[in-house]
């Protein structure tokens, strides 16, 4: 079969770009590796973790970490319509405008935010915000008291409240604004494809290697239902597969570091080293109170609750879990927030997997802007075995002590008069060794980038186009373009390059 274009994904960035390839007349094949989202948890917003360990999810483990005590962690990425976009916590968050102009002359704050404003059709009616965009962004059907005290709490501390951290400047505390439509997830595969015809879309179809033919893309071959078939693109293919399987996918396709591919059995199609390089995520780690009350979100399930939901799209099922948070700096020096929390009116430990013992909430300090750099490669020339990740966490000193200063902060904010009522004793860590805390409880807040990153060096991957260096027709749209990562819940700023790249792909 042959199209204009192939996508090779269907999550964040592979929804976006294949409906504005759509909206160009293109014809398009879109393959996602996983299913249909048919699963009524994806849409309850409160249940996504449930998604976790399931056939929803990628199930992923790291390389055991040498800074956090010899751990192995988990870390989930969605194998869905949606992607990680159909099982995560659907905060919208921009990123400062410093981020971007870090990333080049062609991502300044001014240039990236009217891509931004097309993603969105806002509850805010202001001219900061876009209305007519196909995902929609809201505030909550329900938001806990607890959090609510927490962020009076963080005002009483000294810190601004903030109605909208989308500015440029995120800054102080205040609720999150979600994805979601009338109480349910609003996914990027809702927003962008559901109902929409002139595609071919491919659910269970997992890519195995691009075609090359004098270093131009000419298609893939994918499997399904345990048939290996091929495709092809008259105009290009498009790598949308994320952080993580976008250079998995290049490594097996022979186009990488040569050393790698030679110790894993795979021939060399074209050298690019920095192939699985420059890996960033934002790493988190809970400080966990118990609740003073039996009614936080452990109580979500309850009868009452399922029925109001179930009628009305209302009552603590809408709730994303991280229902609130802030922005500050761990040093008064820097010139941007380098800490974010999020704040959970539940006990969420393991990524909401280990049973909570009590009732309690959780205050999750993360950093931002990490020093430390990973990478993540292949073992054999198998493209059905995962790749192995090694994000380094906690590799430079600095961030270990950011995080530190994190957990202190949230203790401040949890000992102010607004949370008293709610507060009863320190569950976790409950000691004062906040280094062994972090080095033992430290996980992933879900954002891996920067693994095929752009740029004009020897270590770049894509150029200032995204198209891959060296490489005619191969374009790679997703987070594992950034070069460093943006101070933000990282789906919103992976679709707004998708938006870009779009249009740059459009122009070839």
Not at 65 to 74: E, K
Not at 415 to 424: D, I, M, R, Y
Request: net charge positive; proline share 7%; with cysteine.
């Amino acid at each position: 079969m042959t199209h204009d274009f192939i996508v090779i994904g269907a999550g964040s960035a592979g929804c976006v770009v294949t409906r504005r390839l759509l909206d160009a007349g293109a014809s398009v094949l879109l393959l996602e590796a996983g299913g249909r989202d048919h699963d009524p948890r994806i849409k309850i917003p409160a249940a996504f973790s449930q998604l976790f360990r399931t056939t929803y999810d990628w199930q992923l483990y790291t390389q055991p970490q040498r800074h956090l005590l010899g751990r192995t962690l988990y870390w989930p990425r969605g194998k869905t319509l949606g992607g990680s976009g159909a099982i995560n916590a659907m905060i919208v968050m921009w990123g400062h405008q410093q981020d971007y102009a870090a990333w080049g002359a062609d991502w300044s704050w001014d240039q990236v935010l009217p891509y931004f404003q097309r993603i969105e059709g806002h509850f805010l009616k202001t001219p900061q915000h876009g209305q007519g965009g196909p995902m929609r962004v809201s505030e909550r059907e329900f938001t806990h008291p607890i959090t609510r005290a927490f962020l009076r709490a963080a005002v009483q501390l000294g810190y601004p409240a903030t109605q909208d951290f989308n500015n440029g400047n995120p800054n102080g505390f205040g609720v999150y604004h979600v994805n979601h439509r009338r109480g349910e997830r609003h996914s990027p595969y809702h927003a962008y494809l559901q109902g929409i015809s002139g595609y071919t879309l491919k659910t269970r179809a997992q890519v195995l290697r691009i075609l090359l033919h004098n270093k131009i893309a000419r298609g893939v071959t994918y499997l399904q239902g345990g048939e290996v078939r091929n495709a092809f693109a008259t105009r290009g293919v498009i790598l949308t597969a994320g952080a993580i399987h976008s250079p998995h996918l290049l490594m097996h396709s022979g186009i990488g570091d040569p050393r790698i591919l030679k110790a894993a059995g795979i021939a060399l199609e074209h050298a690019l080293p920095g192939v699985g390089r420059n890996l960033q995520d934002h790493p988190a780690v809970p400080l966990i109170f118990q609740a003073t009350t039996s009614d936080t979100l452990e109580t979500a399930l309850q009868p009452q609750h399922v029925l109001n939901y179930a009628l009305r799209k209302q009552g603590p099922l809408t709730s994303n879990i991280a229902e609130a948070g802030g922005f500050i700096k761990s040093q008064s020096s820097l010139t941007a927030p380098d800490l974010q929390y999020h704040m959970a009116p539940v006990y969420y430990r393991d990524h909401g997997i280990t049973p909570p013992p009590m009732p309690a909430f959780s205050i999750g300090p993360t950093l931002l802007t990490p020093s430390s750099r990973g990478s993540l490669w292949v073992e054999n020339s198998d493209p059905l075995s995962p790749p192995l990740i090694d994000p380094h966490y906690l590799q430079e000193p600095e961030d270990l002590y950011a995080l530190i200063r994190g957990l202190e902060v949230a203790r401040e904010i949890a000992s102010q008069a607004a949370l008293k009522p709610f507060k009863g004793k320190e569950l976790l860590p409950a000691h004062k060794d906040l280094q062994f805390h972090v080095q033992n409880s430290l996980q992933t807040l879900y954002h891996p980038v920067g693994t095929c990153q752009m740029g004009d060096h020897n270590q770049a991957v894509v150029d200032d186009r995204l198209q891959v260096r060296g490489l005619k027709n191969l374009y790679i749209t997703d987070a594992s373009v950034m070069p460093t990562l943006p101070r933000a819940n990282t789906q919103f700023p992976t679709m707004m390059v998708a938006e870009r790249a779009a249009e740059w792909i459009l122009q070839n």
